[in-house]
């Protein structure tokens, strides 16, 4: 006679607050949704939702995207307040910020976290003629 296994049910984490983490490129845009200590609960990027070439980098694409990674987010996990680290400069990010404020969740923060260079890469070398 076989061995029945026996499932081990896993208790569903409830997370109130995240993070939303939106890098938008010049080629992409990818959502990341996290507790408050780092830890991915959903992401979601243009191309894993089928854009390809140039239409990843749209608003539009941003703004499913966005959607995307919200829902998962708050439906497994229960998410209703977040906060929203802005980094890159590509053209996705406001359609997605304004998609966060359409989703039901509460806003807390926004902060830009773009990183900027102090004092940029070293020029080159001065040209011999």
């Known amino acids: 006679m076989a061995k029945r296994r026996t ?3 896993r208790s569903k984490k409830t997370i109130t607050s995240g993070v939303v983490h939106i890098q ?7 959502v990341s949704v996290t507790d408050e200590a780092g830890n991915c609960l959903s992401w979601c990027s243009s191309g894993a939702k089928g854009f390809k070439g ?16 919200i829902e998962r ?21 406001e359609s997605a ?4 404020a359409t989703c039901d969740v509460k806003i807390t923060y926004i ?7 102090h004092n ?6 001065r040209r011999r003629v």
């Open 73 to 93: 987010a708050k439906t497994i996990y229960g998410l209703q307040s977040v906060g929203v680290n802005l980094k890159g400069p590509g053209t996705g990010r």
């Open 120 to 125: 940029g890469c070293r020029p080159p070398k």
């Open 54 to 69: 140039s239409r990843k980098s749209t608003p539009y694409a941003a703004q499913i995207v966005t959607k995307e990674a």
């Open 24 to 30: 938008s490129t010049f080629n992409n845009t990818i």
């Open 111 to 117: 902060r830009d976290v773009t990183p900027i260079p």
């Open 97 to 100: 910020l304004r998609t966060i």
């Open 7 to 9: 499932a081990i049910k």
